[in-house]
């Protein structure tokens, strides 16, 4: 038998094992993708915001060019960018610049220009309600953007998680519809019970035919596989490695997939200090991912930690001693950066980046969580999710102007409505021409389907045009 007819035989056998035909592996591992997908073509768009504290220095927050010289276009691709650089607070968002876009120059213009006065901490609840109030610890003016989509989206919308991690703060972040504070719900497995209480599994013909043609193909003749392995050498051999890594990666993907015949709760976070808000993030966000997957809600928050929090000083990477010299996090760090105006690079700096670069991985781990295939419709569940990542503070520096340049950055594609991958320049960071995050709520409500909405927020600045619309610059 000739060299070339083994070789062939070979093949043959070897994509035979595999359970396809020799149409080759690329192919393949798109048509087990889409098998594998949900049943229906079109996913609901999900809404899920996410706050963390003590603003942000613009300088070591945005993206930079390889030089390091900020972006050259008001409008650039992020993997023209980097984060990757001394300091930057969003360097562990380097890996993930295709799923998020970052906003560079929005504000809580609403907080200047309708309710003026010391911003703070203390209206710091304008930061998903869009409402000026002069003190939104009892109250935030009106609903917040994720129970407006609840009211109005109806049944589709599920239930409304309000969650959180290790959460605190003088205001709160999920406000109802007379604009009192919800109190989110910081342990994983109540809000597991509470999300999937009167949940019934059912059982899903084709789940059940997709999950036997993954068994048939990718684990019932892995023994033959190898053993055809044996038999090859050279770059036969490494093409069938090759293929072989690339079924590893693709099974491991397909593992993944949530099952919605029994969702699983996550485990109690454990630990102390830095380590349970890490276990208490990682267990919010596979409640979420799992509540989304399920379609038992389409809209949540999650309020990470509070204002005046000490976890940050104690993490492994920050310099010895760090607790003792500064001994809270936010007055003892980031109000040194506000009032003393260190240059960049000093040690304060070093200390706030690696705060904040935490904060940062937090976000990851979420962005992890909803990077799965989406029982529901094409693509992965963040790619139909819009996560609005925000911050009860500002980036100029001092309570006195905390209403400008809020530090935002959008997570996922709202089902292809918005962009991704994305740095938007707004606005000159020291201009006063402010632009208003009510467009951004308006632009969330247009990607669910709600785009008869033309404003959200505080009804004084209804009629004022800045205020109307979508953000258009972050719409597809």
Not at 66 to 85: I, K, R, V, W
Not at 240 to 265: F, K, M, T, W, Y
Not at 427 to 441: L, T
């Amino acid at each position: 038998m000739s060299k070339f007819y083994n070789n062939l035989l070979n093949r043959r056998r070897f994509m035979t094992a595999l359970g396809i035909s020799a149409v080759g592996l690329p192919v393949a591992g798109a048509f087990l993708k889409n098998r594998l997908r949900a049943q229906s073509a079109g996913s609901p768009v999900r809404f899920l915001a996410v706050k963390t504290f003590h603003g942000n220095h613009r300088d070591i927050w945005i993206p930079r060019s390889t030089s390091g010289a900020e972006p050259g276009n008001a409008d650039m691709a992020l993997s023209d960018l980097t984060f990757d650089y001394d300091l930057c607070t969003l360097k562990p968002l380097q890996a993930w610049r295709d799923h998020v876009t970052v906003l560079d120059g929005i504000d809580h213009a609403i907080l200047a220009e309708i309710e003026p006065g010391f911003a703070g901490h203390e209206r710091a609840s304008a930061a998903l309600t869009g409402y000026g109030v002069s003190d939104g610890q009892a109250n935030g003016g009106g609903p917040s953007v994720d129970q407006i989509l609840k009211t109005q989206l109806g049944s589709a919308a599920g239930k409304s998680l309000v969650l959180g991690a290790d959460s605190s703060g003088l205001t709160g972040f999920s406000f109802n519809n007379s604009g009192v504070p919800i109190e989110p719900e910081d342990n994983p497995v109540k809000a597991f019970n509470d999300a999937f209480a009167g949940f019934v599994g059912q059982g899903d013909p084709q789940a059940e035919r997709d999950r036997a043609l993954r068994t048939s193909i990718l684990d019932h003749n892995v023994a033959e596989i190898n053993r055809l392995r044996s038999e090859l050498t050279g770059a036969e051999r490494e093409k069938l490695d090759a293929h072989l890594a690339g079924l590893e990666n693709l099974e491991q993907q397909l593992n993944r997939i949530i099952s919605c015949d029994s969702p699983s709760a996550p485990g109690a976070p454990s630990g102390s200090d830095w380590q349970y808000v890490d276990n208490a993030v990682s267990g919010q966000a596979h409640v979420i991912a799992q509540a989304f997957a399920c379609d038992v809600s389409r809209v949540a928050t999650l309020h990470i930690l509070g204002d005046y929090p000490t976890p940050q000083l104690n993490l492994p990477e920050m310099p010895p001693g760090a607790m003792n010299t500064y001994g809270q996090f936010h007055n003892g760090v980031t109000h040194l950066i506000w009032d003393s105006q260190p240059k960049v690079g000093s040690a304060v700096h070093e200390v706030y980046s690696i705060g904040q670069q935490w904060m940062t991985k937090n976000f990851v781990a979420i962005l992890e969580a909803l990077n799965q295939p989406d029982p529901l419709g094409e693509g992965t569940i963040l790619d139909n999710t819009i996560i609005y990542w925000t911050n009860e503070l500002g980036a100029n520096g001092g309570h006195a102007d905390d209403y400008d340049n809020i530090p935002v950055v959008i997570g996922g594609g709202g089902g292809g409505a918005i962009k991704q991958g994305r740095y938007l320049k707004l606005r000159s960071p020291n201009s006063s021409n402010y632009v208003p995050h009510n467009k951004v709520f308006t632009s969330i409500c247009h990607a669910m389907g709600l785009d008869t909405i033309n404003y959200v927020g505080d009804p004084r600045a209804a009629g004022i045009s800045k205020y109307q619309g979508p953000l258009s610059e972050l719409m597809t």
